[in-house]
């Protein structure tokens, strides 16, 4: 394929594709480590009523009201769950389960009922994203990327998608130790001094705040998939903390890639003439590595064998 | 209309939908109480996403053999194979990895949620597909729906429901306790599967009136607010049940009498609803009920030990022990005790003088073990068993002046 076909069709949304995979996989790797996997899944069904609400109060479908209005539902959500869970003496699970149904139902309700048939809002646009439309017009070949003028024209999604992963990886890389000692023994970590809450709360801070810049450009199927498979699959691989971090964001890279590659071409070369979901093929592909690694994975079955 | 649509008289079709949210929303209840009791309600959430692929192969395989692919039956049985894939699938994983169960729940769930759109775009661009209206059944929709739909759901919504009551006594043996109820014979792995197997069948028939994203919240809302009100048993899951088809019927009314009220959601509001009147109004574990017990534990150790310092002929400097004191008769206004007054602190005294030789006797520990600095002490030991403490007690001395 030519530089003048790729660049400007297929490079950004792969780029922003690995940007939010790996965004989203960092935080996975202590989420699913404390048993908090699905506190991405969570917060992508939150986000729907934050944006809907966004959208009512300032009547525009623009960037960032959209990820404020994600952003304090994903708040919200948590103090909730946190206030369920306390007062009423409830398991987490089920009170996730009470909040972000209950959430997510009011969220498709206020859009069903307010008109938003003048924008692009819907339920399935903030399910399945819309990575394939976040093209580079302005780009007709690799010496576009030196170009000043055409790199003016490159989708804002791809800025704020790499700054968010920017901001994650600094995050685990500034508090590597105390995320550490407080995800495999937290006892130990507050003998050490550690406030272990303010680091679980800005861990799932880090984790909403990477969701909803993710889920921005690419949708929350990516956003739950990636939370959790690669850094599942990382985790049969190593018993080694540093060595699972580094598997999962490659395997959150080379799911982007192939996801998008094989949703944009795969069915082109089965004969068939129009491609398929990027953002559901990334989170396909996602599974089958993961499935790969529960069954060849050297660490499948514990720190045993 | 609301009134209209709640009893029954916007039509045939509109009927036939209540009918069979109510009969849903109370199986999903019963069956919801189990998944809740065994803390396990997030598979469902699994199970409901993983219908997604199998909707769209159903669509597939009914064009490809030439028929209708909207066949609400035939998507409701390719959905069924799917979630019971997703199911194994959750189930591998945590079996056959070190994964934890809320991985495996999410991978699932995702995955074939992701895979699930991949078809459904495969099914936008065939011939047919142009209005499979497949995404109605993300979020659920009974408006305009066929006859054969509503009598499908209606049902199906029965025969859950017959299931579920069949198979709920060991249902809650299990749920109850695992270990007993293997020492009775019973085999866990089916009973578990046999609940899994029950929620599917919610799921599937869930499909067309609340949408798989929000049906998992018809499994968890129900028991988690029966919970409240109950800690028997045989009562939560009756009490689920009824909360659940109440949500399904009021909910699926008040979508019926309006437009632009998707069904789904106005039944998964409804039932929140009653989890948030129930988390703040029940009797016991309410947080209403919390607040109350809190202040009246306030105003008893209040009294106790204004009582105590009466006794003691010690002033009260708390200004709320003085006005409670003297709401109940037992002081001035200023903090000096009237006849009824000395009369209770005396007692108090002898109260804490009799615990505290109590709690010296090794005998009596359990006894001691009641001790909380309020409790009258008759409600605790035998009038045989004051007697000897009593005869712990010094002799009478003569008050100072």
């Known amino acids: 394929m030519s530089g003048a076909e790729f660049v400007p069709l297929s490079l950004t949304p792969i780029l922003i594709g690995v940007f939010a995979a790996i965004a989203c996989a960092l935080p996975g790797n202590f989420l699913v480590l404390r048993r908090q996997a699905l506190i991405g899944d969570a917060i992508s069904h939150v986000v729907l009523p934050g944006i809907v609400v966004a959208f009512l109060i300032t009547g525009t479908v623009t960037a960032w009201p959209m990820m404020i209005g994600a952003a304090a539902a994903a708040l919200l959500a948590v103090l909730l769950i946190e206030a369920i869970r306390r007062l009423g003496g409830i398991e987490p699970g089920a009170a996730m389960g009470v909040v972000f149904t209950t959430m997510f139902a009011g969220g498709v309700l206020l859009l069903e009922r307010s008109d938003t048939s003048t924008v692009h809002l819907d339920v399935e646009h903030a399910l399945m994203g819309n990575l394939e439309s976040l093209i580079w017009l302005d780009a007709f070949g690799w010496g576009s990327l030196l170009d000043p003028v055409a790199l003016a024209g490159l989708p804002p999604e791809l800025f704020r998608m790499g700054l968010s992963m920017i901001g994650v990886v600094a995050f685990v890389w500034l508090f590597w130790r105390p995320l550490k000692i407080s995800t495999f023994d937290e006892g130990f970590a507050q003998v050490m001094g550690m406030r272990t809450n303010l680091i679980g709360m800005s861990l799932v801070a880090v984790s909403a705040l990477a969701a909803v810049a993710a889920f921005d450009a690419v949708g929350s199927i990516i956003v739950i998939a990636m939370f959790i498979c690669p850094p599942a699959a990382a985790r049969l691989m190593t018993n080694r903390l540093g060595a699972q971090v580094g598997w999962s964001v490659v395997f959150a890279a080379l799911s982007a890639v192939l996801g998008y590659v094989l949703a944009g071409y795969g069915p082109l070369w089965l004969g068939a003439r129009d491609s398929v979901s990027a953002a559901g093929m990334i989170a396909t592909v996602s599974g089958i590595i993961l499935g790969l690694a529960a069954l060849f994975g050297p660490a499948r079955g514990g720190a045993r064998g | 209309m609301l009134w209209q649509a709640l009893t029954l008289q ?361 001790y909380d600095g309020m409790r009258p002490i008759e409600t605790v030991v035998t009038r045989d068993q004051l007697a000897e403490i009593d005869t712990h007690l010094a002799a009478p001395q003569e008050v100072p002046a």
Do not use: C
């Open chain 2, 10 to 370: 916007l039509g045939y079709n509109a009927t036939l939908v209540a009918i069979g949210a109510t009969l849903l929303g109370f199986a999903a209840g019963v069956t919801g109480t189990f998944l809740f009791l065994r803390r396990r309600s997030l598979v469902s959430d699994a199970i409901s996403h993983a219908t997604l692929p199998g909707v769209g192969l159903a669509f597939i395989v009914m064009v490809a053999l030439g028929g209708d692919g909207r066949n609400l039956a035939g998507l409701l049985a390719g959905s069924a194979v799917t979630a019971a894939l997703g199911l194994l699938a959750v189930q591998w994983l945590t079996r056959r990895t070190r994964l934890a169960e809320d991985s495996a729940i999410g991978a699932v769930l995702s995955v074939f949620f992701g895979f699930g759109v991949v078809l459904l775009t495969v099914i936008q661009t065939m011939e047919s597909g142009r209005q499979a209206g497949l995404d109605s059944l993300l979020l659920g929709s009974t408006a305009g729906m066929l006859r054969s739909d509503a009598l499908l759901i209606a049902a199906g919504g029965a025969l859950t429901l017959i299931l579920t009551l069949i198979l709920r006594r060991p249902m809650i043996m299990v749920a109850f306790d695992e270990d007993y109820a293997a020492a009775r014979g019973l085999n866990i792995r089916q009973v578990d599967l046999a609940t899994m197997g029950l929620v599917m069948a919610v799921t599937v028939v869930g499909l067309k009136v609340v949408g798989l994203i929000l049906i998992v919240a018809l499994l968890i809302i129900p028991p988690v607010t029966a919970r409240f009100w109950t800690d028997r048993t045989e009562r939560v899951w009756l009490l689920s049940g009824l909360i659940g088809g109440a949500s399904g019927f009021v909910g699926a009314a008040i979508s019926a009498s309006a437009p632009a009220l998707p069904t789904g959601p106005i039944i998964v509001l409804t039932g929140f609803t009653v989890f948030a009147l129930s988390l703040f109004l029940a009797p016991n574990r309410g947080v209403l009920a919390a607040v109350l017990r809190h202040i009246a534990f306030q105003r008893r150790v209040h009294l106790r030990q204004g009582l105590l310092a009466l006794a003691h002929g010690q002033p009260i400097y708390e200004r709320y022990t003085v006005r409670l004191l003297h709401r109940a008769g037992l002081s001035r206004p200023d903090g000096v005790a009237t006849e009824a007054g000395r009369a209770r602190a005396a007692k108090a005294l002898l109260d804490e003088k009799r615990w505290e030789i109590l709690r010296a006797m090794p005998d009596h520990e359990a006894a001691a073990a009641l």
